[in-house]
C-alpha cells in the first residue's frame, strides 16, 4: 500500500486536522472514519494511485463501497459517469493533458467515491490535479467544510478549467495548420500533400480524444446539478451548475474545432484537385503544341513518290516556319487562357 496511497487525512470544519501516522498503514482508518460520523462536522479523504484490487481491499472493506464501483475503478477505460449506489456516489472524470511538443492531447481517469463523512480518490494516469486541488481546499475552509460534495466539485472545476485551456491551446494549433493550408502555396505538391493531410487527420485524432474526455461529462454535471442525487445538498447545486456552464462552453468549441477541421481537410482536398486539373491543363496545352509538328511530319514522311512540295526547293524550310507558327500560335492562344 505504501506505493498506491498517496494522500490520507482528516478534515474538520473545513480545516486538515491530520490522518493515520503511516499513510500506508490503514489500520486506524475504521476509528478515524467512525469518530468522523459521529461528529457530523468531519470526513476522511485519501488518495490512491492506481492500485491493484489486493491493494485497494481494505479501502473498499473499510468504506463500503460497491464491488460493481470498485471494478470500474480498478480496470479503468471508463467514460465518464454518474453512478448512484445505496451509500456512495461513484464520479469517474477524464482529465487531460496537452503535451505542446508532439502537439498531443492525451487523457488519463479520475475516480471519486463520495460517501457518508469519506472522500476515496482513484487515479489512473497523469493530468489529474488532485494535488493542487487538494491545496488550494485546504487554504480556504469555507469551501471544505461542506464536506465531501466540496472536494467534488473542487475537482470537477478543475478539471473542467483545465479543459477549457487545453481548448485553447488545440484553437492555437488549428489556426497555424488553417494559415498552412490556405497559403499560397499551401499543401505543397508530392509528399509535401501527404504529410499536410496526416496533420489534419492526426489533429482530428486529438480533438476525438478531447471530446472522448469532455462530451460524455456533460450529463453527470447535469445531475449533480439537479435534485434527487444523495450526498449533494441543495446549496451544492448552484457551484456544479457553474461547472457544467463551463463544460457546455468547452463541448461547443471543441465540436467547433471539429467542423473547422473537416472544412479545412475539405479545402486541402480542393486545393489538390484544382492544382491536379491545372497540372493536366498544361500536359495537355503542350501535347497539342507537340502534336502539331508531329502531324506535318508524319504526312511528310510517308514516302510516296507523288506528294505536293517534294521537288520544290524551298518545301523543307517552308514546313519548318509553318510547323513553328502554328506551335508559337497555340502558345500564345493557351498562355492567354492561363492553361501555361
Known sequence: MRTVIVDCAVYRDGRRTGGPADPADLTDLPAALALCRAGGDAFVWIGVLEPTE???HLVSVEFGLHPLAVEDALRAHQRPKLDVYDDSLFVVLKPVVYEPEGDTVSSGELM????DSFVVTVRHGEGAPLAAVRRRLEGDPEVLRHGPVAVLYAVSDAVVDHYIEVAGELQVDLEELEA????????G????????????YGFKRQVLEFRRAAGPLAEPMDRLESAGVPF??????FFFRDVADHLTRVN??????????SDIFAAH???QGVRQNDDMRKISAWAAMAAVPTLVAGIYGMNFAHMPELGWVGGYPAVLVLMATAVYGLHRLFKR????
Do not use: K, N
Not at 180 to 187: H, L, Q, S, W
Not at 252 to 261: A, I, K, P, S
Not at 337 to 340: P, V
Open 54 to 56: 489486493d491493494e485497494f
Open 112 to 115: 471519486l467515491f463520495i460517501g
Open 180 to 187: 498552412e493550408v490556405f497559403a499560397p502555396a499551401g499543401g
Open 189 to 200: 505538391t508530392g509528399p509535401a500533400v501527404r504529410l499536410t493531410a496526416a496533420r489534419i
Open 232 to 237: 449533494v445538498p441543495e446549496r451544492a447545486r
Open 252 to 261: 461547443e468549441q471543441v465540436d467547433g474545432l471539429d467542423r473547422l477541421l
Open 269 to 271: 482536398l480542393a486545393q
Open 337 to 340: 487562357r492561363g492553361w501555361m
